[in-house]
């Protein structure tokens, strides 16, 4: 297992507490900054929209009942790139959202990190560390 993520702000959203933990246990072990968990949708918009500084988010497309669309837009609007995390199948995801990656569950750690190394590299901004 190496560093591959380095540098890398990922944010995690999921409502299932053993996937989204596993999910920043893969990620740190990876190199990577672990934003969240994040389980409801009201907490994941309002972080989604925040001034913090997203790479990219592994999103499940379900939480607690609710789709999480409405974070994915916060997201994409700021520059995010998104991976879904999901049990359905690719033809079930809006398809206003087919720019965004799309890792299967159950996963694998080297498809979450095939994932999130296919994200485009962004400039952060000067003022952010």
Sequence with gaps: MGMELTGKAVMVIEDDYVIAQSLVVLLRSAGANAIGPFGWLDEAIRHAASDAYIDAALV??????????????????RGAHVVFMTGYARDSIKPAYSSCTICTKPFRRADVVEALLSVPGRQRPAHVS
């Design 60 to 77: 499940d497309v379900n939480l607690h009942g609710e789709y999480s669309y409405p974070a994915v837009d916060a997201l994409l609007a």
